[in-house]
């Protein structure tokens, strides 16, 4: 069993940044792939973005693109969401999971631990 925590969220004004961190305990986290998903009010959760057991070949929504970066820290059972030109549609409640396939994907049902969430807002 792998127990997921984020924080990092916060309120912040369109063009600004946040760092989500969530922090893992339980199972070898470096064996997990990672993935952060969000779910806005009324709309499906969706993939975002995520990183497999070894740090490389990373993967994105298309909507977060080149605004967005996926990293983990091994050592530090730890895996963040670095946001930058944050827009009013990236507010949501952000997730964490993890996937003991390893490796990096956008499927939902490959993720079999999550975190509780943590809320991003961002004003215009």
């Known amino acids: 069993q792998v127990q997921l925590k984020e924080s990092g969220g916060g309120l912040v004004q369109a063009g600004g940044s946040l760092r989500l961190s969530c922090a893992a305990s339980?199972?070898?986290?470096?064996?997990?792939?990672m993935g952060w998903f969000r779910q806005a009010p009324g709309k499906e959760r969706e993939f975002v973005a995520a990183i497999p057991w070894s740090g490389g070949s990373t993967y994105y929504s298309d909507f977060v693109k080149g605004r967005f970066t996926i990293s983990r820290d091994n050592a530090e059972n730890t895996v963040y969401l670095q946001m930058n030109s944050l827009k009013p549609e990236d507010t949501a409640v952000y997730y964490c999971a993890a996937s003991p396939y390893g490796g990096s994907t956008r499927l939902r049902s490959q993720y079999l631990h999550w975190g509780q969430g943590t809320q991003v807002t961002v004003s215009s």
């Open positions: 339980g199972r070898i986290f470096s064996n997990y792939g």
